[in-house]
């Protein structure tokens, strides 16, 4: 039971530079998350789905983009990665919204030079 | 502006004594709040959870108490253990709403 997967773990990319994380769950969840974590800052949610063809804006979404064409998998892309978008993102998913337990991948550290 | 804030980033507890995690919030709306650990290179996980209808919810060493006037809530862990140590998160949400908002965490240190 591997729960929520994310690929790659590690990422360093040049300024400019394109690329995507993958979140596949494996849980039949409806709601699925991007978080990014910076110090200081806690856990900031980047964009959300609620089920499958949907996508939602989170607190910080600018320079992100996401798509959820299968249940099971939320993609976060970047398409021209700032320095300021170095962090460590985390992809969650909860079957309903109502009681919040997410479930959290083991996230992906990304460096932007 | 942070609706949820921790305003210890740190915290250092001997073992065997009374670790107290605090966190306030700011949204009256709230009505569910979390606690979430979370393991260098790990994902967070959750902890324990209390509703906006009781002010206690206790399991085994964790508890959290709400007090919804003061918009307060806090977690107990007794007796506190090394493996306890672990960056808390506390979390907010209102009913309906799908998202989660956290605070910006505590990092608990047990000292053996």
């Known amino acids: 039971n591997a729960g929520v997967t994310q690929t790659p773990k590690f990422r360093v990319l040049k300024t400019g530079q394109s690329m995507t994380l993958l979140c596949a769950q494996d849980?039949?969840?409806?709601?699925m998350y991007w978080y990014r974590q910076d110090p200081g800052m806690g856990l900031r949610l980047i964009h959300y789905s609620v089920g499958e063809g949907t996508t939602a804006k989170g607190e910080v979404p600018d320079g992100y983009n996401v798509s959820r064409l299968k249940k099971q998998n939320f993609l976060l892309g970047l398409e021209s990665a700032a320095p300021s978008q170095t962090s460590v993102y985390f992809c969650a998913s909860v079957r309903t919204q109502y009681t919040g337990e997410l479930f959290f991948g083991e996230g992906s550290r990304l460096t932007v030079l | 502006d942070q609706q949820v804030k921790q305003n210890s980033p740190s915290l250092s507890v001997q073992e065997g004594r009374i670790s107290i995690l605090n966190c306030d919030y700011t949204?009256?709306?709230?009505?569910?709040f979390l606690w979430y650990k979370k393991y260098p290179a790990e994902g967070p996980t959750f902890l324990i959870s209390?509703?906006?209808?009781?002010d206690k919810n206790e399991d085994g060493r964790f508890t959290v108490f709400l007090n919804k006037s003061a918009k307060h809530l806090s977690l107990h862990i007794v007796p506190s253990q090394p493996g306890d140590s672990a960056v808390y998160f506390c979390?907010?949400?209102?009913?309906?709403?799908?998202?989660?908002?956290f605070g910006t965490g505590t990092r608990l240190t047990i000292i053996p």
């Open positions: 209390i509703s906006s209808i009781k």
């Open positions: 979390a907010a949400k209102s009913f309906g709403n799908e998202k989660l908002t």
């Open positions: 849980m039949n969840h409806e709601y």
């Open positions: 949204n009256s709306m709230f009505d569910y």
